[in-house]
T-cell receptor, first 109, second 111 residues
Framework: DAGVTQSPTHLIKTRGQQVTLRCSPKSGHDTVSWYQQALGQGPQFIFQYYEEEERQRGNFPDRFSGHQFPNYSSELNVNALLLGDSALYLC????????FGPGTRLLVL | DAKTTQPPSMDCAEGRAANLPCNHSTISGNEYVYWYRQIHSQGPQYIIHGLKNNETNEMASLIITEDRKSSTLILPHATLRDTAVYYCIVSYSYNTDKLIFGTGTRLQVFP
């Protein structure tokens, strides 16, 4: 049984660019949450998707958007990248207990 | 803001029990206590959770005080691979709730 998978593992972008990160949930899970973890800090909740709709959102600007597909996989899109967007982006699946993927490390230059 | 308070760091000798405390004095009646750990640069790993009874699984034990205002995660025989940042989180479990992470406790297991 595959756990949560994310792609790519690493990514380098420049300021102003756009990025798309992908997540496949654990088998049988229909809910996906995204978190941002800056260096030295705990993960911060971005948003959560269930039934292809955004159900909860943290304190992140509209530059951060997402999507969930009918197979429950999800994408996180970030537009107009800033240096401060450099972080580890984590995807978690599950309703009651959330299981995390390995993350995508994004570096914005 | 995180609803939990944890010591920033702890040390433990390999083979000994590691007891990681967590204060959550404002926890509400239907909030669970969750523990995750994060080994350097990896995604957080779920360890255990509980409501008011003590819980045990293959990884750890969770002891919750009777008033539910604090809890302790116990790793019975710590190994070097248990070196990680441990996060204590309170969250609703009956419905999907966002996890609010604090700064956690950095546990260093030494030989």
């Amino acid at each position: 049984d595959a756990g949560v998978t994310q792609s790519p593992t690493h990514l380098i972008k420049t300021r102003g660019q756009q990025v798309t990160l992908r997540c496949s949930p654990k088998s049988g899970h229909d809910t996906v949450s995204w978190y941002q973890q800056a260096l030295g800090q705990g993960p911060q909740f971005i948003f959560q998707y269930y039934e292809e709709e955004e159900r909860q959102r943290g304190n992140f600007p509209d530059r951060f958007s997402g999507h969930q597909f009918p197979n429950y996989s999800s994408e996180l899109n970030v537009n107009a990248l800033l240096l401060g967007d450099s972080a580890l982006y984590l995807c978690a699946s599950g309703r009651r207990t959330q299981y995390f993927g390995p993350g995508t490390r994004l570096l914005v230059l | 803001d995180a609803k939990t308070t944890q010591p920033p760091s702890m040390d433990c000798a390999e083979g000994r029990a590691a007891n990681l405390p967590c204060n959550h004095s404002t926890i509400s009646g239907n909030e669970y206590v969750y523990w995750y750990r994060q080994i350097h640069s990896q995604g957080p790993q779920y360890i255990i959770h509980g409501l008011k009874n003590n819980e045990t699984n293959e990884m750890a034990s969770l002891i919750i005080t009777e008033d539910r205002k604090s809890s302790t995660l116990i790793l019975p025989h710590a190994t070097l691979r248990d070196t990680a940042v441990y996060y204590c989180i309170v969250s609703y479990s009956y419905n999907t709730d966002k996890l609010i992470f604090g700064t956690g406790t950095r546990l260093q297991v030494f030989p």
